[in-house]
């Protein structure tokens, strides 16, 4: 078997560390830390993942046994350790997982994947990555005290998922690789890579990094997982990457515009794009007139309803947070198609913060808005609520925020009122965290 990353396009042939957007080619030498596995596994059929994890935390795959299975776990809060002090540390290794997706080798998988234009379903990627994700770190927290492992472990957050300017064929096969790459006390980060079959090698197709936490059996309190101990140069560089990328979140968190006032240069946008919509001929600041080429903000919405079927539960039996990220990609998606008036071409995510679980049997509302453009890129943000059949009122479960790039120019967007001002920069927010504009490829499709 070839070894881990034996075969993917090399450092000499750009393959590249993560950046926002769409990568343009090979960048400072010094900045491509990219992590090799000499010693993998033998890769997992993308089948066999969830069954994989079903068994490493004694899932049903009956829903009407969830209740018993549930029960047996509470048994299994004895195995919780009491401090991280008392749990082996772990290397990187240990938690380095390959999955292979065979759409070459194995044709009936495809349909799963296929948009209509015979593109990748990027929102079956998703799904795809948060199983692994989850997987990654059931090797990292691996005992052998117990047949089945104590911790619930979830997504927390998708910090980013940047894409490689890389065609993307439904006839080749894929491969998905990760590891841990930093730890907390109850919390891991996970790195991942996708790549795809290019005659005789394997080449980069995206990178992105999840961040996991550790929950007791009955997924109630938090629990500690095994300290990560870094070995050499390369694995010392992404752990304390890690560990920027975490000060980077509190300090993007602290200054969120829920918390914090804009700054005095996002201040003066705001103004001077609400002078650019008053009406010259009335002298009066509620008479508002779009420039030309230009929506109102409020005129970009989609919006859609899922019932949370047990179809699409987790083995925790809450609702698969891969299926949430699909279902807001696709709106997402759609959303950005219908305001470009194009096809449109995901570019980057990030951002999406898991606040509250699903429950089977919720009613899940997505709600999709264009909040920022430049040029050809849209910026979109999607907000998730769900209710209960018993009770009406509505919880944000998850905001996910998407750039899109399109086949050509699109409007601009403007802001009516204070709040979608707000909405306006922030998405200029996380448009402007991504790297520098590139031009679209006719060979680049990933689609709903």
């Not at 890769?43 to 490493?56: S, T, W, Y």
């Not at 079927?309 to 950005?336: D, V």
């Amino acid at each position: 078997m070839r070894r881990a990353v034996l075969g993917l396009c090399t450092l000499s042939k750009g393959l590249l560390t993560p950046g926002r957007g769409l990568t343009q080619g090979p960048r400072n030498p010094e900045s491509q830390r990219v992590f090799h596995i000499h010693e993998a596994r033998s890769p997992i059929h993308v089948n066999h993942v969830r069954d994989k994890l079903r068994e490493i935390v004694g899932a049903s795959t009956n829903w009407r046994d969830h209740v018993k299975a549930m029960e047996e776990r509470k048994l299994l809060h004895s195995f919780l350790a009491k401090s991280q002090e008392e749990l082996p540390p772990r290397q990187m290794k240990d938690s380095y997982v390959e999955v292979l997706l065979p759409l070459g080798s194995q044709p009936e998988l495809r349909e799963k994947y296929l948009t209509v234009q015979n593109a990748i379903r990027f929102g079956r990627i998703l799904e795809d990555l948060d199983s692994l994700g989850v997987l990654i770190c059931y090797m990292h927290t691996k005992t052998h005290s117990a047949k089945m492992s104590p911790l619930s472990i979830v997504t927390a957050l998708v910090d980013k998922i940047d894409m490689h300017k890389k065609s993307l064929s439904p006839e080749q096969d894929i491969k998905f690789s990760g590891h841990v790459s930093w730890v907390g006390k109850t919390s891991m980060e996970v790195k991942m890579q996708m790549f795809q079959l290019h005659g005789n090698e394997f080449c980069p197709v995206l990178e992105a990094t999840f961040v996991m936490v550790a929950r007791d059996s009955e997924n109630k309190r938090s629990a500690f997982v095994n300290p990560l101990i870094p070995e050499g140069p390369e694995e010392e560089e992404l752990f304390r990457q890690g560990e920027l990328n975490k000060g980077r979140r509190v300090a993007f968190s602290s200054a969120s515009l829920l918390k914090m006032a804009p700054s005095a240069e996002e201040r003066t946008t705001i103004h001077e794009m609400f002078l650019n919509t008053l009406d010259p001929k009335t002298i009066s600041f509620r008479s508002r007139v779009l420039p030309p080429n230009a929506v109102w903000m409020e005129n970009s919405k989609l919006k859609s309803l899922e019932i949370c079927h047990p179809q699409e539960r987790n083995i925790f039996n809450r609702i698969f947070g891969g299926f949430l990220m699909r279902k807001a990609y696709e709106l997402g998606w759609a959303t950005a198609c219908n305001f470009g008036g194009s096809r449109p071409f995901v570019v980057a995510v990030d951002d999406i913060m898991f606040q509250k679980p699903v429950e089977v049997g919720s009613l899940l509302f997505l709600s999709s808005q264009v909040c920022y453009t430049q040029g050809n890129y849209i910026q979109v943000r999607v907000h998730s609520e769900v209710a209960t059949l018993q009770n009406k009122e509505h919880t944000t479960t998850n905001v996910f925020h998407f750039t899109f790039m399109s086949e050509k120019e699109v409007p601009l967007v403007f802001p009516r009122t204070y709040g979608e001002s707000m909405l306006f920069l922030d998405g200029q927010r996380h448009f402007n965290s991504m790297s520098a504009p590139v031009t679209l490829r006719k060979d680049y499709l990933m689609e709903p």
